[in-house]
């Protein structure tokens, strides 16, 4: 008797829940589901989740009453006092939100974890002994098509030498005639730190799914703002006042062209204090634009939805971590529109400083990947 009784009030459970919920038990307002273990409209179920989480001391600043409906016709729902205790005493079960909770923590912790072993492995791959010939290197369809140089860091070994003094000079300091004299002792930063972007990209499996061609356009429009966002938060990592590299140097130079355009991130991302777990979500965020011109429809689907999951980790981190995360979210976002501008404007310096060297070098020479990032 007793087993067929527990069935029933199953049964009765599950039928209720097929039913669909007419007005909200917090606000009376339609209802959308059940949430929590209580009928609730979509408001009151974010709000509730929303309170949950920031587990701040609200006081009314009335008399405790905003959400009692025997005193009033609606409930006034800028009380956020009211309106949390009213979400509990109608039976909001927070133990409900916290399996949700716990089960989406466990998601995110596995795709920062993600994001932070892949930034390891691109420094590993800045601080290693690779340093190719550019003058050899094949366009952007060949370094996609070739096997990925991340996974063989430890096989390069560490880059001799390193650091070196702040202020070493080195034989030639030309970036030009450098290129077209390669020398082993020492990296081509600006060309380095682009490939590294590249070998980043290249990482991720929405990256791989797409095609050829909006694989292309993706680098076109990303690799140099994916580069500068890695030296920026670098220099911010390890203190520095100016731009600087894994082997200790200044490159650019404070005394280069348009040195200010390639250090313009850096004061915003100090201003905003940018932390690495938000660092390494909005290098991503970056890197899935679905508004790159030209993508394909498929493509623009691809990148929307990983957009939306690193911009929803982004806010839940935000959230979790600070008493006004909403704002630090915003922050965090505005440096896309930073770093756009940025790379539009290094983007015409490239073109006005390149375009005369090149014009005077054999016919046969060209960093063929530079130039589609910056020419195409």
């Known amino acids: 008797m007793k087993c067929h009784i527990i069935?029933?009030?199953?049964?009765?459970?599950?039928?209720?829940?097929?039913l669909k919920p007419?007005?909200?038990m917090v606000c009376a307002r339609p209802a959308h589901g059940y949430h929590c273990d209580v009928t609730t409209c979509k408001g009151c179920k974010s709000f509730f989740r929303r309170m949950y989480l920031l587990r701040s001391e609200i006081k009314c600043s009335g008399r405790n009453d905003c959400f009692d409906l025997k005193k009033r016709i609606e409930p006034l729902l800028r009380c956020r006092s009211?309106?949390?205790?009213?979400?509990?005493?109608?039976?909001?079960?927070?133990?409900?939100?916290?399996?949700?909770?716990?089960?989406?923590?466990?998601?995110?912790i596995k795709v920062i974890n993600s994001l932070d072993y892949l930034d390891q492995k691109v420094e590993k791959f800045r601080l290693c002994a690779y340093n190719p010939d550019w003058a050899t290197m094949g366009g952007l369809a060949d370094l996609i098509k070739n096997n990925g140089k991340l996974n063989q860091v430890d096989k390069y070994g560490p880059f001799p030498g390193w650091p070196l003094d702040p202020d070493h000079e080195?034989?030639?300091?030309?970036?030009?005639?450098?290129?077209?004299?390669?020398?082993?002792?020492?990296?081509?930063?600006?060309?380095?730190?682009?490939l590294a972007s590249i070998e980043y990209s290249k990482t991720f499996l929405f990256f791989q799914n797409l095609d050829l061609p909006d694989q292309l356009r993706v680098l076109k429009h990303t690799a140099a703002g994916c580069s500068s966002?890695?030296?920026?938060?670098?220099?911010?990592r390890q203190k520095y006042e100016d731009i600087r590299q894994p082997d200790g140097t200044q490159r650019p130079s404070k005394l280069a062209p348009g040195y200010?355009?390639?250090?313009?991130?850096?004061?915003?991302?100090?201003?905003?204090?940018?932390?690495?777990?938000e660092y390494l979500l909005l290098k991503?965020?970056?890197?899935?634009?679905?508004?790159?011109?030209?993508?394909?429809?498929?493509?623009?689907?691809?990148?929307?939805?990983?957009?939306?999951?690193?911009?929803?980790?982004?806010?839940?981190?935000?959230?979790?971590?600070?008493?006004?995360?909403a704002t630090k979210f915003v922050d965090v976002i505005q440096l896309i529109g930073v770093l756009e501008w940025q790379q539009k404007n290094l983007k015409d310096l490239h073109v006005l400083l390149l375009t005369p060297v090149l014009s005077q070098l054999p016919g046969d020479f060209c960093v063929s990947f530079v130039h589609e990032l910056v020419f195409d």
Not at 7 to 18: A, P, S, V
């Open 260 to 277: 200010a355009l390639f250090s313009a991130l850096i004061g915003p991302m100090r201003r905003v204090g940018t932390q690495y777990f």
């Open 284 to 325: 991503a965020l970056y890197l899935c634009n679905p508004a790159i011109p030209g993508l394909t429809v498929q493509a623009q689907h691809v990148l929307e939805r990983e957009r939306r999951l690193y911009s929803n980790i982004l806010m839940e981190f935000c959230l979790r971590n600070y008493s006004n995360g």
């Open 82 to 108: 009211c309106r949390y205790r009213k979400c509990l005493l109608v039976g909001m079960n927070p133990e409900a939100l916290v399996f949700n909770m716990l089960t989406k923590e466990d998601s995110i």
């Open 229 to 236: 966002l890695s030296c920026s938060f670098f220099t911010l």
């Open 170 to 194: 080195f034989a030639h300091q030309n970036f030009y005639r450098d290129l077209k004299a390669f020398s082993t002792d020492r990296k081509e930063w600006r060309l380095f730190n682009l």
């Open 22 to 24: 007419s007005k909200c």
């Open 7 to 18: 069935e029933d009030c199953k049964n009765t459970r599950n039928f209720t829940k097929i």
